[in-house]
T-cell receptor, first 113, second 113 residues
Framework: DGGITQSPKYLFRKEGQNVTLSCEQNLNHDAMYWYRQDPGQGLRLIYYSQIVNDFQKGDIAEGYSVSREKKESFPLTVTSAQKNPTAFYLC????????????FGPGTRLTVT | QKEVEQNSGPLSVPEGAIASLNCTYSDRGSQSFFWYRQYSGKSPELIMSIYSNGDKEDGRFTAQLNKASQYVSLLIRDSQPSDSATYLCAVNILIQGAQKLVFGQGTRLTINP
């Protein structure tokens, strides 16, 4: 079964702690993306990667970091520098870069108190 | 002007009727257009992609693209209560020399039995 998995589904953290969200895909897609969705708002791009060992900042990269050491994996770290980290985080992948259909994982809902 | 605009709704349609969702975009050069369905608390699911002017049909869904008017729409025929969701329009847009997929805010659709 091909798809995108994200873990965990729910994550609770205290302020000041870094946290890493997992994203794995077995679709053999080259490109992967991280978005953030806040209640009643659209999706905002955090980081994207079009090829292994390369990634680019999106619109709201401050306070986040990523790595792309394997084609299948694109973990996102939410650092303590992110001012409002509580949100729904969505990972997506596409066959190649922009212009191709993006498919989303189930998401991770992060709550920071 | 926002890069991708949708009426946020809510749009209320009786069961069995046609639901019509609209989206306008700012970049005349856009080539790729997508419709996603998002149930409450879930991640977006790709339901239609369209790349050339005209209509594209898939089951009860029809996407319509008019590049001259910078307008893309989604029609849902024989609407069912299970179609109640938020529908996101996404358009590939060139911003400051870089491509990215821009999402609208979404239109909340309710199908009334």
């Amino acid at each position: 079964d091909g798809g995108i998995t994200q873990s965990p589904k729910y994550l609770f953290r205290k302020e000041g702690q870094n946290v890493t969200l997992s994203c794995e895909q077995n679709l053999n897609h080259d490109a992967m993306y991280w978005y953030r969705q806040d209640p009643g708002q659209g999706l905002r791009l955090i980081y994207y990667s079009q090829i292994v060992n390369d990634f680019q900042k999106g619109d709201i990269a401050e306070g986040y970091s990523v790595s792309r050491e394997k084609k299948e994996s694109f973990p996102l770290t939410v650092t303590s520098a992110q001012k409002n980290p509580t949100a729904f985080y969505l990972c997506a992948s596409s066959k190649q870069g922009w212009g191709y259909e993006q498919y989303f994982g189930p998401g991770t809902r992060l709550t920071v108190t | 002007q926002k890069e991708v605009e949708q009426n946020s709704g809510p749009l209320s349609v009786p069961e069995g009727a046609i639901a019509s969702l609209n989206c306008t975009y700012s970049d005349r050069g856009s080539q790729s257009f997508f419709w996603y369905r998002q149930y409450s608390g879930k991640s977006p699911e790709l339901i239609m992609s369209i790349y050339s002017n005209g209509d594209k049909e898939d089951g009860r869904f029809t996407a319509q693209l008019n590049k001259a008017s910078q307008y893309v729409s989604l029609l849902i025929r024989d609407s069912q209560p299970s179609d109640s969701a938020t529908y996101l329009c996404a358009v590939n847009i060139l911003i400051q020399g870089a491509q990215k997929l821009v999402f609208g805010q979404g239109t909340r659709l309710t199908i009334n039995p």
